[in-house]
């Protein structure tokens, strides 16, 4: 049971990155996938959601319209693109997955928004 975040890094305001969760282990029970985000000194907080039956989406108020998530059954990977970026945008992103029983973590990756 494995989640692996790939894709963050140094950025300048206004610019984009695209991060990557692929999954392995589980995927057939996962009821939703979600990423979060830890600021140094904030409590960890929710910024996308993906329910797997019906790939509905939701966000939080912060990055809507920004922030965009979907996946890839095929390649059991759920994507966060993030544009327009600000320097508040500036965390660890962490994936998660949910499924009957369990709740599954990523170990996170850096994004830096700063000129």
């Known amino acids: 049971v494995q989640l692996v975040e790939s894709g963050g890094g140094l950025v300048q305001p206004g610019g984009s990155l695209r991060l990557s969760c692929t999954a392995s282990?589980?995927?057939?029970?996962?009821?939703?996938m979600s990423w979060y985000r830890q600021a140094p000194g904030k409590e960890r907080e929710r910024v996308a959601t993906?329910?797997?039956?019906?790939?509905?989406?939701n966000y939080a108020d912060s990055v809507k319209g920004r922030f965009t998530i979907s996946r890839d059954n095929a390649k059991n990977t759920v994507y966060l693109q993030m544009n327009s970026l600000k320097p508040e945008d500036t965390a660890v992103y962490y994936c998660?997955?949910?499924?009957?029983?369990?709740?599954?973590w990523g170990q996170g990756t850096q994004v830096t928004v700063a000129s």
């Open positions: 993906i329910i797997s039956a019906d790939l509905r989406t």
């Open positions: 998660q997955a949910i499924g009957s029983g369990y709740v599954y």
């Open positions: 282990g589980f995927t057939s029970t996962t009821y939703a």
